[in-house]
């Protein structure tokens, strides 16, 4: 019952106009910020973690944009599931970087498209798709039946989608080497840790558990790493699509580095428009030992 519900309500979306269902995102947001809830405690949970420096206005002021942009991520979704991909091939500005992108993938190799939950990732799917062929990695979602709506939207522009399992891993490395581009949100924490899972590595200043996938990828292909976000525009201008170098050191044979130059990646995008972040995602429930979890709270 509850995933035709939420089907239902997402069918009502997908007619919105993009205005208008940015709007819509506006006003939930806007009333997620004034009203307790769950995401809105994981975000400021969040900013005050990753942000230490900033004064009680600032990351007030960034939990109420964040969670403003955030609803309108959530309204768009079914828009652009639902719409003609060249619709928003059309939308999309050249950002930071695209000569980047350009050159690595003219170098035959693949490339390697990393990027945070930031700006409009959907949008950004099917742009990056209009370049060039795409495999993209995904992780289902908790509710069973939205599944084949997120393959099928995300997927309309031609991306191949493959699942977060030994299988799927095994089509990235296939497809990088036939030289096309590999997609992956890489700030999910991975479902344990080690060398075929995850290690600890510092995300804004605090331990995450952090996937190692982006370097043995790049260290057994030598396909080239790039970081990409599609940063939403106001007052429903478009998108912008920016592109990003690694660091050095996300080449290396050593987990641990690689994954701490993915976090330095990650956060040098998410920085240019942190507004835009997923900071309702719980980033930092896995602590190395002794370590506690920011979002532990002893029973009183």
């Not at 742009?127 to 979602?141: C, E, F, G, Q």
């Not at 050095?248 to 428009?273: F, H, K, M, Q, V």
Request: proline share 7%; hydrophobic share 40%; net charge positive.
């Amino acid at each position: 019952m509850r995933d035709k519900v939420i089907l239902f309500i997402l069918a009502i979306f997908s007619r919105l106009p993009l205005s208008v269902a940015q709007g819509l995102g506006g006003v939930i947001g806007r009333i997620a910020y004034r009203v307790p809830n769950k995401e809105r405690k994981i975000a400021e949970i969040n900013i005050n973690t990753c942000f230490p420096e900033f004064d009680p206005d600032q990351r007030r002021a960034l939990l109420r944009a964040s969670m403003i942009e955030e609803a309108k991520g959530l309204v768009e979704m079914p828009v652009v599931w639902a719409s003609n991909p060249d619709r928003w091939v059309d939308q999309m500005q050249v950002g930071e970087g695209s000569e980047l992108f350009d050159a690595a993938l003219r170098q035959g190799k693949g490339v390697i498209a990393v990027g945070p939950h930031l700006g409009n990732w959907e949008v950004g799917l099917h742009y990056l798709t209009s370049l060039a062929k795409v495999t993209a990695i995904y992780r289902p979602p908790r509710q069973a039946g939205l599944d084949g709506l997120l393959k099928e939207g995300r997927s309309k522009g031609g991306a191949t989608l493959v699942p977060a399992t030994p299988k799927g891993v095994r089509s990235l490395f296939g497809a990088l080497r036939r030289g096309e581009v590999m997609a992956l949100l890489a700030d999910q924490q991975p479902k344990a840790a080690g060398r075929q899972g995850g290690v600890y590595a510092p995300f804004f200043g605090h331990p995450a558990l952090t996937m190692v996938l982006v370097g043995r990828l790049a260290q057994k292909t030598g396909a080239p790493v790039l970081f990409w976000f599609a940063e939403r525009l106001p007052r429903a201008g478009g998108y912008r699509m920016h592109w990003f170098e690694a660091p050095a050191e996300i080449y290396s044979e050593d987990p641990e580095e690689t994954a701490a130059a993915l976090n330095r990646g990650l956060e040098a995008c998410i920085r240019r428009a942190p507004a835009q972040y997923l900071w309702s995602y719980k980033r930092f429930t896995s602590q190395p030992e002794g370590v506690i979890s920011p979002y532990y709270r002893p029973a009183s």
